[in-house]
């Protein structure tokens, strides 16, 4: 099995982002709100017409963080996250990775009538 992750960087495509990876064969995913060090970092520029308060920006990304069964899962899902938010060696785009998982527990075996 293995754990994927990705940082969705534009929220507005979650919905189309689950959709597609449904239909990769991603049965749940965990999503949690996140955002990045230099979106933290990123300041107003105050103007003096504009009554809005300096200090800091937050924009918030997704964090989806997916468990499945193999590597071919693993591709299917990088080709269709790519599909929507374009070649992720781009800027603005998000981050993925999969790694190897040692000990799974809890997560139910995928059916062969669900692949």
């Not at 239909?23 to 970092?41: L, N």
């Not at 070649?87 to 062969?112: D, I, M, R």
């Amino acid at each position: 099995m293995y754990m994927l992750m990705f940082v969705l960087d534009d929220p507005g495509r979650l919905d189309a982002l689950l959709e597609a990876w449904e239909k990769a064969g991603i049965q749940g995913a965990t999503i949690i709100e996140s955002t990045g060090i230099h979106r933290r970092r990123r300041q107003i520029l105050p103007m003096r017409y504009m009554f809005q308060p300096t200090g800091n920006v937050e924009e918030s990304h997704f964090t989806l963080f997916v468990i499945v069964e193999n590597e071919a899962v693993v591709q299917a899902c990088l080709q269709a996250t790519e599909n929507l938010v374009g070649n992720l060696n781009e800027p603005n785009t998000g981050v993925f990775a999969a790694w190897p998982l040692s000990v799974v527990k809890g997560v139910p075996p995928v059916q062969e009538s669900e692949r």
